[in-house]
């Protein structure tokens, strides 16, 4: 029997619901193959955590996640807190601290649902969005002098590292390679930011030689927006900055039909610490507690997180079901259905416990 603990961080809004709804679907998925099961702690941190007691999770939280396997996370975010209190007290010190440098974004369209694009199905915009998930734009490094004042400053410095530009170029190159159509694509802005933009460029040209089998090109990220639309087939491994690839990956959520559909993996390619599996889309306090939140995005993050842990067989069983059940009509408003989120997770497990 292998057996893996999981820290499960439901945290805001939403959050508790779809966690909820994957910690059931990684129950069943323990029953069906008999010799795997996942043991989920939960944590109780999050917004309510930090209106009792000023702080979003523990002093020592991370010492606390560091025995675990692999991380769930749900999502942050409260209308009466500020967005960058409840990020920068959880989730991004969580990534930071685990240098969990690798966020990986995988697109397709899921049978079922329909893309906003005319002439793209099943199985198109199958795309990964490789994302530099420690440095760059949200690195944290800026701050604020003569407060309230007219000449008050605010800067927000974006910080690339040849060490850091190297790695995540190494991870998509590597990512790229193992695919099908060995196909990258390396995005930056180095006309208008002529610095760190031009140290990714110049060092993705020296990474490329280690892959020769891998075919790549360049884009400038405004292009992009306009080729993952126009040209979506062109595309396959993608990698771009912290910011960039942040805002490509909530697009490409769209263009597959719902940001409720959208899984990511926040990983420590070196295994040194848990890697943070968790859907893209943030608290949605608009459907809180209404019972249709998507949790088909939970899930496949989930698979991501089999997939990290090298339970490959059942993260396959996972996506067969959930396709299955997408492709049989259960779906939630987002995507275009009548179901709650209680209706899709058991159809879920259902089409779990009926797999081969
Ligand atoms: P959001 O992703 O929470 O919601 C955007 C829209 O998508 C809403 O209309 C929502 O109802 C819908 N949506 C999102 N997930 C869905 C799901 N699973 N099923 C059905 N519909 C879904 O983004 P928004 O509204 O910009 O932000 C809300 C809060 O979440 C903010 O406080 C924000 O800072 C936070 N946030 C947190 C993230 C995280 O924890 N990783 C990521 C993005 C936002
Ligand atoms: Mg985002």
């Not at 989920?40 to 606390?64: C, I, N, V």
């Not at 990474?207 to 992009?224: N, S, Y």
């Not at 926040?266 to 019972?291: L, Q, V, Y």
Request: hydrophobic content about 40%; glycine content about 10%; charged content about 20%.
């Amino acid at each position: 029997m292998r057996s893996y603990q999981i820290a499960a961080i439901p945290a805001d809004g939403i959050g508790p619901e779809v966690i909820e709804a994957g910690s059931e679907v990684l129950a069943a998925l323990g029953q069906r193959s008999g010799d795997v099961s996942f043991d989920l702690t939960f944590f109780d941190w999050g917004s309510d955590r930090y209106r009792k007691h000023g702080e979003m999770m523990p002093a020592d939280g991370l010492e606390q996640l560091k025995p675990f396997d692999a991380i769930y996370f749900g999502a942050v975010g409260a209308p009466d807190v500020p967005d960058h209190i409840t990020l920068w007290g959880l989730r991004l010190p969580i990534c930071q601290g685990f240098d969990q440098y690798a966020n990986v974004r995988p697109t397709k369209i899921i049978p079922g649902v329909t893309s906003p694009l005319r002439n793209v199905g099943v199985g198109d915009l199958d795309w990964v969005i490789v994302r530099e998930n420690s440095e760059g734009e949200y690195s944290g490094n800026g701050g604020r002098t003569h407060r309230g004042l007219p000449e008050e400053v605010g800067t927000e410095v974006a910080i690339f590292t040849r060490v850091g530009i190297a790695r995540i170029m190494r991870y998509a190159f590597k990512l790229a390679q193992s695919r099908p159509r060995k196909l990258l694509t390396v995005v930056t802005k180095s006309n208008a930011q002529r610095h760190g933009m031009v140290l990714w460029d110049e060092i993705a040209t020296e990474v490329a030689h280690e892959f020769p089998d891998v075919t790549w090109d360049k884009m400038l990220v405004d292009a992009m927006t306009v080729r993952m639309v126009k040209n979506s087939q062109s595309l396959d491994t993608i990698v771009a900055t912290n910011l960039h690839a942040d805002i490509l990956s909530d697009l490409a959520g769209a263009l597959a039909g719902s940001l409720g559909v959208a899984p990511t993996a926040n990983i420590d390619p070196e295994r040194r610490f848990p890697s943070m599996f968790e859907p893209i889309h943030g608290s949605a306090f608009d459907i809180t507690g209404k019972g249709i939140a998507n949790p088909v995005a939970t899930f496949w993050t989930a698979s991501q997180m089999l997939d990290h842990l090298g339970e490959l067989e059942s993260s396959r069983r996972l996506m067969t079901a959930v396709e299955r059940v997408c492709d049989a009509g259960i779906l939630t408003p987002d995507v275009g259905g009548k179901a709650t989120t209680r209706e899709v997770t058991d159809a879920v497990i259902q089409a779990i416990h009926g797999s081969n």
